[in-house]
């Protein structure tokens, strides 16, 4: 099933759709997020389906949310694709590189990705996303896509010359509005096993800079999760990236950043496109003080 959270004309509350053919049709009114279901499909519950009179409405009617409003872990792997290590100057891990994304700094598709006023190095990621649905502590590879509820598409948004300031990426991957993720959420059976081999893209102003493939990740899904529960217990609504594939802006010659007005597209075969418009926070913020 494909899935997409938002809201609709004369909504103010986010509502849960399934997505066939351009359609979106009412799964779940005013849910939120896909929390309840994510919950209840931990527990063995099936997905619920539309009823015969539930509501359909274009999808590009439906503003997108955040598919789970405050995960409450957002896990990230960094080089998980071999070229991209060598062009960031860095050896092939033999452990994947890990790091935390705060809540604060994700949007959903469609919003405007800030442009930090701290720094003009903002440079794009297209990812794979996994979305954890049961739980569990040392998951064993074997069973570990057992513990997939979903995947969707990121754009770890990266200020650059923050990631580098010190030997941990936390700065640079953690200003606030800079991670795009969704808008669809494609359950486990849409895909290829452990989303192998999808072709992954991202697009800045409709020219491409990525494009590769997840079978080319280095630690895959099912791997990953295992090696992630080793170290802590993941939850229904966690949240695991999977790294980038080459082709980013700091590699680039001459270095290609995002710039307000910008419009990037991150896309991955089979599971969505997640669209967003750069905006300088200064812009934002004086926007803001105008109303």
Known sequence: MKLLTGTIPGKTHPSVFSVSDGRATMLSEDAGDLSALIAAAAQGEALPTPGDDAGQVDVADVIPALPVARPGKIVCLGLNFAEHAKEGGYDVPDYPAMFMRAAT?????GAPMVLPTASHTFDYETELMVIVGKGGRHIAEAD???HVFGYT?????????????THQWTAGKNFD?????G????????VPEGASGLAIQTRLNGRTLQNSNTSDMIFTVARTIAIVSEIMTL??????????????????????????????????????????????????VQGTAAE
């Open 177 to 181: 509005g800079t991670g795009a993720i």
């Open 153 to 165: 598409t990121f754009n770890d948004g990266s200020i650059r010359e923050y990631q580098r300031k």
């Open 235 to 284: 939850e229904p609504g966690d949240m695991i990236a999977f790294g980038t594939p080459p082709g980013v802006g700091h590699a680039r010659k001459p270095q290609v950043w995002m710039k307000a007005g910008d419009v990037v597209e991150v896309e991955i075969e089979g599971i969505g496109l997640c669209r967003n418009e750069i905006v300088a926070e200064a812009d934002m």
């Open 105 to 109: 700094s994700m949007i959903p598709a």
């Open 144 to 146: 570990a896509l057992d």
């Open 183 to 190: 808008p669809i959420v494609v359950t486990p059976d849409e």
